[in-house]
């Protein structure tokens, strides 16, 4: 029964697909939003759910006819849980579900907020070559070292209230020490819900993941950023354009 507390929930499937080709090459994962502690599962009408719905479309749309699957991570609990990072633990279990239906197919996670802490937290998986993480919660000990390699593209807007812009900032420095390639977007005039700007968030995000996978050149400014060595003072945070 939904809101029942689901500590376990066996025979919970966290991988979902929206679009699976007969033979993909590459694939996304879209995590949403949740909460910092709650171990119900997400109810019928699920919000956090719901906003990310315009960013699957717009990189279903963006990687259209490249062999692109494109899911969503299925999480057991509304929280994060502390230790126990339960939003992280399904990540990898939908990215293991991945593994073993398509192969090692290079993969980009898409996350928001708390999907944007899981996907950062598994981002260390070896189907995973890059995060796109939207205005994630990203605590000052949050690990990185397990991103050696990966590349990170974090967007956080300048008026969220609810996850620091700062913190993302600070974490994309203390990755890319780690051996991580990141770089960051200030989006100007943006809070937490990605509701104003909502078209440059989608846009951005799907043109940004397209670049990942090697379907399209990512922008020169984000490519000279994620180029910049650690020892590189700034260059790490760019400005959205509008569109």
């Known amino acids: 029964m939904d809101g029942q507390a689901v500590p376990g929930a066996p025979g919970h499937r966290a991988l979902v697909w929206r679009e699976r080709p007969e033979a993909p090459a590459a694939a996304v994962l879209v995590l949403h939003g949740g909460q910092e502690a709650g171990l119900h ?3 019928p009408v699920n919000l956090p759910g719901l906003r990310m ?3 699957a479309r717009a990189v279903e749309k963006a990687t259209a006819g ?4 494109v899911g969503v991570v299925r999480y057991r609990c509304r929280g994060w849980n ?5 939003a992280a633990q399904d990540t990898l279990a939908a990215l293991e579900e991945l593994a073993e239906e398509l192969g090692p197919v290079p993969t980009v996670l898409i996350g928001h907020s708390m999907g944007g802490r899981a ?3 598994a981002g260390g998986h070896p189907c995973v070559t890059g995060v796109v993480a939207l205005a994630p919660w990203c605590p000052d000990d949050e690990p990185c070292e397990h991103l050696t390699g990966r590349r990170l593209l ?3 807007g300048d008026l969220d209230r609810v996850t620091a812009p700062d913190a993302t900032l600070r974490f994309a420095g203390r990755a890319r020490d780690a051996g991580a390639r990141a770089a960051g977007y200030r989006v100007a005039g943006s809070g937490h819900t990605l509701l104003r700007r909502a078209g440059d968030w989608h846009r951005a995000t799907a043109e940004l993941t397209a670049g990942l996978l090697g379907l399209r050149d990512l922008p020169p400014d984000v490519a000279a950023a994620l180029d910049l060595p650690a020892s590189a003072d700034g ?3 760019l ?3 509008h569109r």
Do not use: C, K, T
Not at 66 to 69: P, W
Not at 82 to 86: S, Y
């Open 82 to 86: 502390g230790e126990r990072a339960d």
């Open 41 to 43: 599962r997400p109810g």
């Open 53 to 55: 719905r315009p960013f």
């Open 66 to 69: 490249a062999g692109v699957a």
């Open 239 to 241: 400005a959205l354009a």
């Open 235 to 237: 260059g790490l945070l």
């Open 154 to 156: 974090m967007l956080h």
């Open 119 to 121: 996907a950062l937290r």
